[in-house]
């Protein structure tokens, strides 16, 4: 599968944005999808995820309550809705995917496959 993020900008500390991974393939509805993010600097680090069929979601601590993902299965999209955002959330944002059900949705390693990245920027 190859995945393709989008919606990155510029944005105000409060402000929102909402990110997409467009991916190619017909067996998109099959994958587990992730978000994370890497700031300058720094290590990646998981954002969001979700599986297969959307009936769960899981946060990393840090956006809880302010990021949402969904996905449309009919159209191979991700979304990432991000309010109340701070700029500490700025970095480039990626989409991930893995085949199977994974356990750890919080670790890189268990993803097979990346965009390209967005990049995220939140001025103060």
């Known amino acids: 599968v190859q995945l393709q993020a989008s919606g990155g900008g510029l944005v105000q500390a409060g402000g929102s944005l909402r990110l997409s991974c467009a991916a190619s393939?017909?067996?998109?509805?099959?994958?587990?999808m992730g978000w994370f993010r890497q700031a300058p600097g720094k290590e990646r680090e998981f954002v969001a995820a979700i599986t297969w069929n959307g009936g769960s979601t899981y946060y990393a601590d840090s956006v809880k309550g302010r990021f949402t993902i969904s996905r449309d299965n009919a159209k191979n999209t991700v979304l990432l809705q991000m309010n109340s955002l701070t700029p500490e959330d700025t970095a480039v944002y990626y989409c991930a995917a893995n085949r199977f059900a994974i356990t750890r949705y919080d670790r890189t390693q268990e993803y097979d496959y990346w965009g390209q990245g967005t990049l995220v920027t939140v001025s103060s």
């Open positions: 393939g017909r067996t998109f509805r099959q994958y587990t």
